[in-house]
Structure formats: structure tokens, C-alpha cells
């Protein structure tokens, strides 16, 4: 048995972007949110509060913040590394949760965020207290959970030992991430499951990269294995500056459809994501790497 409902948080406009070569303008950024919200997404994670000469397609982070539209059924995510990013996000005032970020693996938590991988998870929980000082909630994303670029293999042990520290903040929840895309469905089961078992109430979010072609069957493990929220990208846009080989988010539209076909509720509306997938390729001047929206409308209309 599996759950019957999943939260999707869209990552498109940060994850999804932070990329790619082409500046998006901030006009395009804040349709990709608008759109994202009338095809039924209630959390999305809209910039990070980066070093803009690190991540250029980011720089306009606060002016994304103050063109959002203005919800009250709506969670705004911004992605943080730092105290310094956190205070940034805090005084947008339009940020709802921020999420921080501990690392797996000392090779790349050095290249992404100039901490190891023990310092990452003290950074993490510094930067969820800020947010609850601050009224907002935050969340941790576990980076290189299922593999490192740089170090390698990471044992199954030491993330489930970077989550119970992560838990003891008491996150919103606790994201699982394989940000080069080396995951198999079996390891993500096992790990999923381990670190579920280990934080007790908090919940596991799962993070995928399809950058070998195993990101769907990744999030289907994940979802039988007790995880309550996927991350997904429109489009399947997605990817690393920090992280060699790091392409490709599973796509919304990919995901909706697989997980909705299989009778778990998601909440989204398929027709409005390959809608705003078609948009989106004509933003990024190429076709997108998600699939549902290059077939025929199934079962048709």
C-alpha cells in the first residue's frame, strides 16, 4: 500500500533556472510562478539568496520576491546557504519558508557552499531557527544523499545520521536529494525508509534528478517508501553550477501524470502544466526534456 495524496513543491523558477545560460528576465520568471499557481502548485520555490557572481541567473532574487502575486493559500520557498542568504529572504517579507541546505559529502559541500559536510548540518539548523524567529517555517534539503561527484558513494549510515541532527530543529520537513541523478529505485527505497523511521513525525520530502533516466521510477520508490512530498521542475529544467553532471529535475508535468494515473491525488492540473511546458520552450528557445507533453493527451479529451 501507498499514500493516496502527495504534495508537489515546483522548483522551476529557482531549481529549474539556476542553470541555465540564457538570463531569464524577471518578467518570465514571475509568469512561470503565475502560471505554476493557476495549475494548482501551493508551494513553490521561487529564488535563491545566493552570491549573484556565483549564480547569475539568481541576482534578481528580490525582485522576484516583490512581483510574486499576493496569496494567502500559497507557500514561497527561498533557497539559502547561509545566514547572510537567510537575512536577505527575511527582509523580502514575501518569503513564507526557507529552505536551507546540508551536504552529504564533504567534496561537494566545499565546491557549493565552502562547508563541510558536518558544518553544513550546524548551518542548516542555524538557519531553520532564524526562520521560526522570524515567524516563517524552514526546511532542509539533504544535497548528494544518494551520491557525490566529487567523493563518490555515500553510505546509506551517514545521511540518516545527518537527519536525525537535521530533526532535532525541528524542520518543516527533511528533503532527501539526488542531485547528480545516480539514485536507483532500490536505494531510494532503503533510504527513504530509514531516515522516515529515524526522524519520526518530521516529514521526508524526495528530490530527484532524471540525469539517467531513472528519476521517475525514483519518486514512485520514494512515494511507497513513506515520502509525502516530491520536488519537481516544469519541464524537467534543472541542474548544479556546483555539481558536475547535475542535469535535469524529474519534470511536474511527468511526474503529475504517473502518479495521478496510479490513483495518488497531487492536486495539479495536467492540461495547465503542458501548457506552461510549451510556454516555457518558447521562453528557452528549445524543447524540454519532460516527456507527458511531447505525447498525445491520454485518455483524450
Not at 547569475?56 to 520576491?65: K, L, N, R
Not at 531516515?195 to 528519476?215: E, M, Q, S, Y
Not at 517508501?225 to 547535475?246: E, H, T
Amino acid at each position: 500500500m501507498y499514500t493516496k495524496k502527495v504534495e508537489i513543491v515546483e522548483v522551476s523558477p529557482r531549481d529549474g533556472l539556476q542553470n541555465e545560460k540564457l538570463q531569464i528576465v524577471t518578467a518570465d520568471k514571475i509568469a512561470l510562478i503565475e502560471r505554476a499557481l493557476e495549475a494548482g502548485a501551493r508551494r513553490i520555490e521561487v529564488a535563491s539568496f545566493v552570491n549573484p557572481r556565483a549564480v547569475p541567473q539568481m541576482a534578481d532574487a528580490e525582485a522576484v520576491c516583490a512581483g510574486l502575486p499576493e496569496r494567502g493559500d500559497v507557500t514561497y520557498i527561498g533557497l539559502v546557504l547561509n545566514m547572510r542568504g537567510a537575512d536577505r529572504a527575511i527582509a523580502t517579507g514575501r518569503i513564507d519558508q526557507l529552505g536551507a541546505v546540508a551536504v552529504a559529502s564533504d567534496g561537494l559541500g566545499i565546491a557549493n557552499q565552502g562547508q563541510s559536510s558536518d558544518q553544513s548540518v550546524d548551518v542548516a539548523c542555524e538557519i531553520v531557527r532564524a526562520a521560526k524567529a522570524a515567524e516563517l517555517t524552514g526546511q532542509v534539503t539533504i544535497a548528494a544523499s544518494f551520491g557525490c561527484p566529487f567523493d563518490g558513494e555515500v553510505a546509506v549510515r551517514h545521511v540518516v545520521s545527518m537527519a536525525e541532527r537535521l530533526a532535532r530543529s525541528e524542520p518543516a520537513e527533511i528533503a532527501l536529494a539526488d542531485t547528480i541523478g545516480v539514485a536507483n529505485p532500490a536505494h531510494v527505497a532503503q533510504l527513504v525508509s530509514a531516515v522516515a523511521d529515524a526522524v519520526g513525525p518530521v516529514p521526508v520530502r524526495i528530490h530527484c534528478h532524471n540525469t539517467r533516466g531513472t528519476g521517475l521510477a525514483n519518486v514512485w520508490a520514494a512515494v511507497q517508501a513513506g515520502a509525502s512530498v516530491v520536488d519537481a521542475s516544469i519541464g524537467g529544467l534543472g541542474g548544479c553550477p556546483f555539481a558536475p553532471g547535475a542535469a535535469g529535475n524529474v519534470a511536474t508535468e511527468d511526474v503529475v501524470y504517473m502518479l495521478e494515473r496510479a490513483g495518488v491525488a497531487t492536486g495539479l492540473d495536467l492540461a495547465k502544466l503542458i501548457d506552461t511546458n510549451h510556454w516555457l520552450e518558447g521562453v528557452m528557445g528549445r524543447t524540454l526534456p519532460g516527456m507527458v507533453a511531447r505525447a498525445p493527451l491520454f485518455p483524450a479529451a
